[in-house]
């Protein structure tokens, strides 16, 4: 079966340090790969979205990066934080871009 | 490109009441329609799914939601809720063309005992 992982599960970085959140999936090949964020309050914002190996989406011109080392690999960046960074992070993965996608635990980031 | 509104915002009820949470959504074409639930500090998770035949869909924790072509609708139900099922809830909308879901606000449900 297909497992999501996301790590880490809570994060606390002050406002200008770096940030790197990996999500990691298993038991299939090739998916679509997808990173949203909430901030409190408020529904989801897709970030950007991946449907191969070094191909990225960017839904939200902003101070994050994506990438995608590997065909399930999927990490979230920023070189220098922001408090509006600030939010739960969701990666999920789908097998077709149109059908479900299926999500992971999420990361809590606080910027201080 | 697709589009999806959940018109309540928020929603109380009582355990053992029902439960309807609305979705509308635009698009041209038969869309692909998704239920998601997310309880506090967590991910989502899927409860149903439509992409075609029947239009009353049966899902996971005793949900279903009805496909209503003219009125361009989605809606959840379920028939009696458990205080578990206080929850936010996702309607999502995908199509062939596009590259992603499209998702609604959301609606925050609360059960009262």
């Known amino acids: 079966s297909q497992t999501i992982h996301q790590w880490p599960a809570t994060l606390v970085q002050p406002v200008g340090s770096p940030l790197s959140l990996e999500c990691t999936v298993e038991g299939t090949s090739n998916p679509n790969l997808y990173w949203y964020r909430q901030a409190a309050g408020r529904g989801l914002q897709l970030l950007f979205y991946?449907?191969?190996?070094?191909?990225i989406s960017s839904e939200v011109p902003q101070n994050l990066s994506a990438s995608r080392p590997q065909d399930r690999q999927f990490i979230l960046s920023s070189k220098k934080l922001l408090l509006s960074d600030s939010g739960f992070y969701l990666c999920a993965w789908s097998v077709l871009s149109r059908e479900e996608q299926y999500f992971g635990p999420g990361t809590r980031l606080t910027v201080t | 490109a697709q589009s999806v509104t959940q018109p309540d915002i928020h929603i109380t009820v009582s355990e053992g009441a029902s439960l309807e949470l609305r979705c509308n959504y635009s698009?041209?074409?038969?869309?692909?329609l998704f239920w998601y639930v997310q309880s506090p500090g967590q991910g989502l998770q899927l409860l149903l799914k439509?992409?075609?035949?029947?239009?009353l869909v049966q899902g996971i924790k005793g949900f279903e939601a009805e496909f209503k072509r003219s009125q361009s609708s989605f809606n959840l139900r379920k028939p009696s809720v458990h205080w578990s099922d206080a929850a936010e809830y996702f309607c999502?909308?995908?199509?062939?063309?596009?590259?992603?879901?499209?998702f609604g606000a959301g609606t925050t449900v609360t059960v009262r005992a």
């Open positions: 999502a909308v995908g199509a062939p063309v596009q590259d992603k879901l499209s």
């Open positions: 991946s449907v191969g190996i070094g191909q």
């Open positions: 698009y041209g074409a038969t869309p692909y």
């Open positions: 439509y992409f075609s035949g029947d239009t």
